[in-house]
């Protein structure tokens, strides 16, 4: 089975603080994803990374980076966190994907972190 | 641009009913689709996808059919149980080659 797994489930941080979060995935999946889930919103992609060093801005990058150092782990960078950050950040991996050529693959999850910003 | 939209955002169900969720794309060059099982406090998981070159799919008590005259697709649950009380996402793939994901229904069922 796929296992996608992220470093906290739970988050408070206050405003002004650098947030990481980090997630590795077990499958050699070449591409990682984050999203954050707001209600009302649905998941947003925020950045995506198709290989190791490679990453590319999603729909909402503003105030997000990320770094991929190692194929198995994609980390979610709050430079300087903000309240409006406040949500659960959800983190994905698949096998093929925007640049496979092949077409698409299946997204596989991790459990999420629910961040506060105070 | 491509959307991936839920019919309803809320389905109550009674314990041993069959369950439909629907939903709609609108590119219709999208050719996987994906449904997401999310419950609460947790990541969406997965649970059936199809291609486009195929009308139906069927899994353990999960069938998805795929309408492309109409770019509807739907889930439907046999025998809804308890445990199946959660938000479902439909996600397809969009000319830009990323997932879109609908908004999501909540299915209740009643005991």
């Known amino acids: 089975d796929v296992k996608v797994t992220q470093s906290s489930r739970y988050l408070v941080k206050r405003t002004g603080e650098k947030v990481f979060l980090e997630c590795v995935q077990d499958m050699d999946h070449e591409n990682m994803f984050w999203y954050r889930q707001d209600p009302g919103l649905g998941l947003r992609l925020i950045y995506f990374s198709y290989d190791v060093k490679m990453k590319e801005k999603g729909d909402i990058p503003e105030g997000y980076s990320v770094s991929r150092e190692k194929k198995e782990r994609f980390s979610l960078i709050l430079e300087s966190a903000s309240t409006n950050q406040t949500s659960m950040y959800l983190c994905?991996?698949?096998?093929?994907?925007?640049?496979?050529?092949?077409?698409?693959?299946?997204?596989?999850f991790g459990p999420g972190t629910r961040l506060t910003v105070l | 641009g491509e959307s991936v939209g839920l019919h309803l955002p809320t389905l109550s169900v009674q314990e041993g009913d069959n369950s439909i969720i629907n939903c709609a794309y609108s590119n219709s060059a999208s050719d996987y689709f994906i449904w997401y099982k999310q419950e609460s406090g947790k990541g969406p998981q997965f649970i059936i996808d199809i291609r486009s070159n195929m009308d139906k799919r069927q899994g353990q008590r999960v069938t998805v059919l795929l309408n492309k005259t109409v770019k509807h697709l739907s889930l439907q649950i046999a025998a809804t149980q308890p445990g199946d009380s959660a938000v479902y996402f439909c996600?397809?793939?969009?000319?830009?080659?990323?997932?879109?994901f609908g908004g999501g229904t909540r299915l209740m069922v009643k005991p």
């Open positions: 996600a397809g793939y969009n000319a830009g080659n990323m997932l879109t």
């Open positions: 994905a991996s698949s096998f093929s994907g925007p640049t496979s050529g092949s077409g698409s693959d299946t997204q596989y």
